[in-house]
């Protein structure tokens, strides 16, 4: 083929471009499916791996019953950071996913949240005013929405509390009603919360409620994937552990 | 048919409490919007039509955002809610009603506005010659003439509402009884994994859904042909 000279020169620029932009010869991509409470950190995290190991993880974000269904469906996913224990022990039973790959990477953190200035300071912020309402994730559906009732039963208000719930079907939805000021208070994710300058809230202690396990798997699409495992290794490392403690959950626990 | 629990009835009684206010309401006010986007010269009728439309391509997220902060504290549904004491209209009923109202109206103004512009000028020229005055002529006239806009907009108002569902959910805060409605109920029993309920509840919407396209398209030609 006889190319001109400066067509030539075109190619050779684009062919380095293109080698550039695929990073060093080594690198690996692995497809992520994220439950999206956990977005932010796992944003940071993926830069962190990618400075770290030279990989790239590319994130998918979704409700963890969605991304658990796309994967029953046959989805490219690799690894599946999930927002709750079930389902990561589902995709285990079922062959989805590797056997003995399963940890839990995050453990959860229930917020009292207010928009208004001293309207969430402790448990007494729960006594509502007549009319009142609070808002939670749907106890049914939910992980946080469940965590929430178990608080309110701790403090033995469920009874009192349970007409007045407005509830969302997810966490984002809980925290949503609040944000816009349609109710005083509302059980968040500690996550949702901790960065804020405006509002203010009450970090739950743990012990008012069953853990809030987030789980990772390797999935068996990213069973022959080197990126992958190293991408697990990587979310139980002190520099992951440092990120997600950042963003309020607690880093995993001790296996 | 096995026995449907309290919760299942109580869903229903609302949605079809919740459709017939919703109709009722979008009836009174709908029509004599639909008149005049049918008869006015302005210029600017047009954009007021093009408002009314405006739900039938908005995604209800869009509509569901912006309900839930306008019947906020930070909007005028808050500042009516504070007359009696209370925060917002959101997760109450007559919220839901208010809701329901805006993105059912295309539903119920579009027919009826075709309606009034199919029968021309003539009915009412005829009318005024034999001097009967404008009310009059709507009344006993154009009204009649409309009537098969008037039911096609007042069924396709009612069986929206009752198909209604990302608005409910994003102001209505899932309450039994208050703001529950049916299509809320069947997402959650999909979502819990309950699906004999499920099943019921939907297979009954398909079948309601199937009976109103009918019977609009049955009432619509049998009306048709009566007026010819």
Redesign the interface.
């Known amino acids: 083929m006889d190319l001109s000279p400066p067509l030539r020169t075109a190619l050779r620029i684009l062919a380095i471009a293109i080698g550039l932009a695929s990073g060093p010869a080594a690198a690996e991509k692995t497809l992520v499916a994220v439950a999206a409470n956990f977005t932010a950190p796992a944003e940071d995290i993926a830069a962190a791996f990618a400075a770290a190991s030279g990989h790239q993880a590319v994130l998918s974000y979704g409700a963890t ?1 969605q991304l658990f269904a796309q994967i029953m469906q046959g989805a490219p996913y690799e690894v599946f950071l999930a927002a709750d224990a079930e389902r990561p022990a589902r995709a285990l039973a079922e062959g989805l996913a590797v056997a003995g790959s399963g940890f839990t990477y995050a453990v959860g953190r229930l917020a009292l949240y207010g928009r208004e200035p001293g309207t969430a300071t402790g448990p007494d912020s729960l006594h509502l005013g ?4 609070i ?1 939670i994730a ?1 106890p ?2 939910a992980p946080y929405g469940r965590a929430a009732i178990e608080v309110m039963q701790a403090l033995d208000l469920e009874d009192r509390l349970r007409p007045t ?5 997810t966490i984002a ?1 809980a925290f ?2 609040v944000e ?5 208070i509302g059980f968040v994710a500690l996550a949702q919360v901790i960065g804020r300058s405006e509002g203010n809230y009450w970090p739950v202690p743990a012990s008012l409620h069953a853990p809030i396990r987030q789980d990772a798997v390797l999935l068996a699409a990213g069973k022959d994937n080197p990126a992958a495992r190293v991408f697990l290794d990587f979310l139980r490392s002190e520099a992951a552990h440092k990120i997600i403690a950042a963003y309020g959950y607690d880093a995993a626990m001790a296996e | 048919m096995p026995a449907l629990s309290p919760e299942i009835w109580s869903a229903i009684r609302l949605t079809v409490q919740l459709a017939a206010l919703t109709t009722l309401i979008l009836i009174i006010f709908g029509t004599p919007i639909a008149w005049w986007l049918a008869r006015s010269p302005r210029w600017y009728k047009e954009v007021v039509g093009t408002l009314v439309a405006l739900p039938l391509v908005l995604p209800p997220t869009v509509l569901g955002f912006y309900l ?2 306008a ?4 909007g005028p549904g ?1 500042l009516l809610a504070q007359s009696w ?4 209209l ?2 109450t009923f007559e919220g839901l009603v208010i809701g329901s109202v805006i993105y059912s109206l295309p539903f119920v103004v579009q027919p009826i506005r075709n309606a009034f512009e199919a029968m021309g000028d003539r009915p009412l020229e005829v009318a005024a010659t034999l001097r009967a005055s404008p009310a009059r002529a709507f009344w006993t006239v154009a009204l009649p003439l409309a009537r098969p806009g008037l039911l096609t907009g007042a069924v396709l108002g009612f069986a929206h509402t009752v198909g209604e569902f990302g608005v409910v ?2 102001i209505g ?3 039994p009884g208050e703001t529950k409605v049916l299509s809320v109920a069947i ?2 029993f999909v ?2 994994l309950r699906w004999r309920e499920a099943n019921i509840l939907a297979f009954g919407m398909v079948v309601f859904a199937f009976l109103v396209i009918l019977s609009v398209t049955l009432l619509d030609r049998r009306l048709r042909r009566r007026a010819k």
Do not use: C, K, S, W
Not at chain 1, 130 to 133: A, I, Q
Not at chain 1, 180 to 184: H, I, S, V, Y
Not at chain 2, 85 to 88: D, F
């Open positions: 019953g007549p009319g009142e309402r808002a749907n049914d559906l719930f407005v509830i969302g079907t939805q949503q009603f816009t000021g349609n109710t005083a | 839930l902060l019947l906020g504290p930070d808050g004491g209370a925060r917002t959101a997760f959910l994003m805060g899932n309450i997402y959650d979502e819990t």
